[in-house]
């Protein structure tokens, strides 16, 4: 892929680069992040240590997968960023859909197609010196999903073929640009102005779920969306509650 010809297809604003192989995008833009001065999207043609919450793994194929990470600065502290990867969720759901492709989301962070993960989102932050927040927003987007990259992820995960046949660095202009506005309107907004769409692309919506925090579960009950605060509201026999994100996974209750 050519850093300048995704930054010449997209809107301006954002700095490109692209490099053919890198452990994790993520972790490369967190450490560049306090000589950082303006946003930047960092693309892996090739990850090979993808990572996800809590120290899981992103499994990729170079010819297979779309990588890559934004770092974005906002004004104020972390606690501001609350509900960013699903704010971002809803970015990558609603440029997908443009694009032909229609996804679920599943809470906190994942994209579904098929009721099988087709992205994952992970956000970091770092403080900057200013008082200001870097958010570095790793994407994972699998466009082919081979059997064997499936056997090694261990559970039904999804491709689009649709996109893999799309040019990469178009594909890659599109989803900077629809990110780039939906970083805009929260740091104008916050989640608020993600919340609603969230709720329409809920995956689980009024299905029975369980929480789980490291293997235990915390919670169950019947999903019922999230709020403001991109807290997942579930309906238990105790009454609603809001489960804050942190580490917990969420299952389907079978
Ligand atoms: P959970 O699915 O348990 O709620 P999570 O949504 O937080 O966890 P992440 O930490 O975001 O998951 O992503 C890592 C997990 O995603 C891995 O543990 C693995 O199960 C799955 N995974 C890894 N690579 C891929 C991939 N390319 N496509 C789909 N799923 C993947």
Redesign the pocket.
Known sequence: MNAERIAALAGPGVAVEVVAETGSTNADLLARAAQQCGPLLLVAEHQSAGR???G?????SSEG?LTFSLAWRFDGGPHRLSGLPLAVGVALGDALGLLGVQVAL?WP??VLKDGA?LA?I?VETRCAADGGTWAVIGI?L?LAMPDD?EAR???S?AGAPWLARMDREVLMAKLLDALSAALHLFARSGFGAFCARWNLRHAWQGETVTVIDNGAVVQEGLAAGVDDAGRLLLDTAAGRVAVLAGDV??RVKT
């Open positions: 996800g919450r809590a899981r793994s992103w499994l990729s997968s599943k962070n994942d993960k994952g992970l994972g699998n990259l992820i261990g559970r995960a996974s969420l």
